[in-house]
């Protein structure tokens, strides 16, 4: 594995990680549950394995139980500032979506696949337009 890190956080700083080496995938996600989440348009996603993360700090959990799927997905946020910083999801368990705004680095981590466009905002999908997509979730 390659000694690359990527580091980032909430914005207070109670939470911190870094990421040993390179998103599997960079998701971009106009479904309605991130849009509130984040309160924006879409998110951008890491996904990653949990053997990349190391998270210091003690994040809050959101057991989001309003998925299409029918698996609960847990939404780990700051509890003094409420940055979200990641989900995951009993259908991965090994797998963990970090959102890419709470990375330090701006440079990088252009999305590589759109998912939800069903339910995004007209122009949101308009941005993101060329790089492929699904409906729905992605078939990853
Ligand atoms: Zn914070
Ligand atoms: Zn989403």
Known sequence: MTDIVHKGGCNCGALRYEIKGEPGLVLACHCLNCQRQGGAAFSVNLIITEEQLALHGDPK?????DTDSGNFAYRHFCGNCGSPILTTSDLFPHIRVIKAGTLDERTGFAPQAVCWTDTAFDWG??????????PRNPQL
């Open 125 to 134: 999908a308009e941005l993101l337009k060329g790089i492929p997509s699904s």
């Open 61 to 65: 959990v959101y057991v989001d139980k």
